[in-house]
């Protein structure tokens, strides 16, 4: 056993320890994977541990690469790693190794950090619990009953059970915030066109973004330094300029107008929810923060739009898993269409299968203008209720989730209410702008809960200053739960 706990510095302080070489690389690596080996088999963060090749990749990296550089990282298991298994969590790629990395896999690599594993998952990130991983569920740390959230449970777990330090994570209606909500760790959804998705398995090509997952909101920002900016092999990608994201935490928030979403913090929302982010509020009303009230009438329209559109997008990205090329083939077909009907029975899970026929549903001739269609323009309204809002104020504000994490098997019967979850979390999607979600406090259980700040497109630093200066106020992150080891 090493003597090195993860916990006991934050990403700026371990850069620090390695520059001056009080640490050297493969010590932080191997205390890594040695609370991998402590606490994973209770947590089932990880579907893959890379130990051989982070190892390897600790012995070479140069430190001064960057502030990431010597310092191991964990990555959701639907962003391509070369080499190294990326399976969705599903049984269709259970096999499937990509020939290359995504882009900010590459990016993390050119900043000298370590991948030490792929993290668990809601099948090809559907979901909200990680309850729909076809590789067992992922334990929440500070409750191992109850789940991390999803779908990036594995990294929000990860990174709260001291596992890694950071992690990546995907958000297509929530999939970042809420299991960072749920873990007590720090979560953001970049703008739409901020980081790039080559290599992302594609959920739903118009919501999908990859971000991180860390403990404070600092470290979040030093983590968008490195994996941000437009990208030749992701014309989603946006030419827009990628400031140092580090340098806007100023812990200033005087004069800041920050508007409350009035529709998010009444009915649906549990009391100590509610409760938690209402001292937000104060907080942030003692640090000179403004406060308005803003109301934003089409949210009441967002999951019904979300599970539209995701779903059609889903079913058109998921026609490519046909047992043809890769991935999982059934054994034992007589004919090749038969061969596809049985691989993609085989291959894809209930929710999977569910999103697949909601989405050729909605897209088929007859429907498309009843549905599809009709989610577009409220989509387009929701957008404008927004610019408004932002006429008004600079962030807005309200819980992440509306309730702390949940039991297992607590709604994986009725897919409704498991949708309910992304309430608060599928508008920043819908409209493409950046959303971060910080812990705001424990419900009387010891749950940590999550307050959710958006900002206008392309203002991570806003957000990123509001997050910082909070959390320094409020005191809730960088708090790791017990875990016996
Ligand atoms: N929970 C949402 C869903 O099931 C969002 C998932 C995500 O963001 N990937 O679609």
């Not at 088999?41 to 010597?70: I, M, N, Y």
């Not at 990608?237 to 005087?254: C, H, Q, Y």
């Not at 934003?296 to 739009?305: F, G, I, Q």
């Not at 200053?465 to 739960?481: I, K, Q, S, V």
Request: net charge negative; glycine share 8%.
């Amino acid at each position: 056993m090493t003597s090195i706990d993860l916990g006991e510095r934050d990403l700026f302080g371990w850069h620090e320890a390695l520059a001056k070489g009080d640490v050297h690389p493969a010590e932080l690596v191997q205390a890594s994977l040695d609370r991998i080996a402590a606490v994973d088999e209770q947590v089932h963060a990880f579907l893959t541990v890379t130990r051989k090749e982070a190892l390897q990749e600790a012995e070479q990296v140069d430190v001064t690469l960057s502030p990431l550089a010597g310092i191991p990282a964990a990555i959701k298991d639907n962003i391509c790693t070369q080499n190294v298994p990326t399976t969705c969590a599903s049984r269709m790629l259970h096999n499937f190794r990509p020939p290359y990395d995504a882009t900010v896999i590459q990016r993390l690599r050119t900043a000298g950090a370590i991948a030490v594993g792929k993290t668990n998952m809601d099948e090809f990130a559907m979901g909200s619990s990680t309850e729909h991983s076809a590789f067992g569920v992922t334990r929440n740390p500070w409750d191992l009953g109850r789940v991390p959230g999803g779908s990036s449970g594995g990294s929000a777990a990860a990174v709260a059970a001291g596992e890694v330090p950071y992690a990546l994570g995907s958000d297509t209606g929530g999939s970042i915030r809420q299991p960072a909500a749920y873990c007590g760790v720090v979560g953001l959804k970049p703008t739409y066109g901020r980081v790039s998705r080559y290599g992302l398995v594609a959920f739903a090509s118009s919501l999908d973004q990859i971000g991180p997952i860390t403990r404070t909101v600092a470290e979040s920002a030093l983590v968008m330094n490195a994996i941000s900016g437009v990208d030749l092999h992701d014309s989603t990608s946006a030419p827009v300029e990628v400031p140092d994201f580090t340098a806007t935490l100023t812990g200033e928030v005087r004069g800041l107008r920050i508007g409350i979403i009035s529709e998010y913090m009444g009915e649906g929302i549990d009391p100590s929810v509610r409760q938690a982010v209402q001292q937000a509020i104060q907080t942030f009303e003692r640090l000179g923060a403004e406060i308005v009230e803003v109301h934003l009438p089409t949210t009441k329209h967002a999951l019904a739009v979300y599970y539209l559109i995701a779903p059609a997008e889903a079913s058109s990205n998921l026609a490519r898993y046909d047992g043809v090329r890769y991935g999982y083939r059934t054994p034992q077909a007589k004919s090749v269409v038969e061969m596809y009907k049985q691989t993609r029975d085989e291959g894809f899970g209930t929710e999977v299968k569910r999103r697949i026929l909601l989405g050729t549903y909605v897209l088929s001739a007859g429907y498309y203008d009843a549905y599809y269609k009709r989610a577009l323009q409220v989509r387009a309204l929701m957008k404008q209720d927004f610019d408004r809002a932002f006429e008004h104020c600079d962030v807005l504000l309200s819980p992440t989730t509306p309730t702390p994490a949940f039991a297992f098997g607590e709604k994986t019967a009725d897919p409704v209410t498991m949708y309910l979850n992304d309430l608060c979390t599928i508008p920043a999607n819908l409209v493409g702008i950046p959303a971060l979600s910080v812990p705001c406090g424990f419900t009387p259980e010891g749950l940590p809960i999550g307050l959710q700040l958006m900002a206008k497109a392309f203002d991570e630093a806003t957000l990123f200053r509001a997050g910082d200066a909070y959390e320094r106020a409020a005191g809730f992150t960088g708090r790791l739960p017990e875990l016996a080891a």
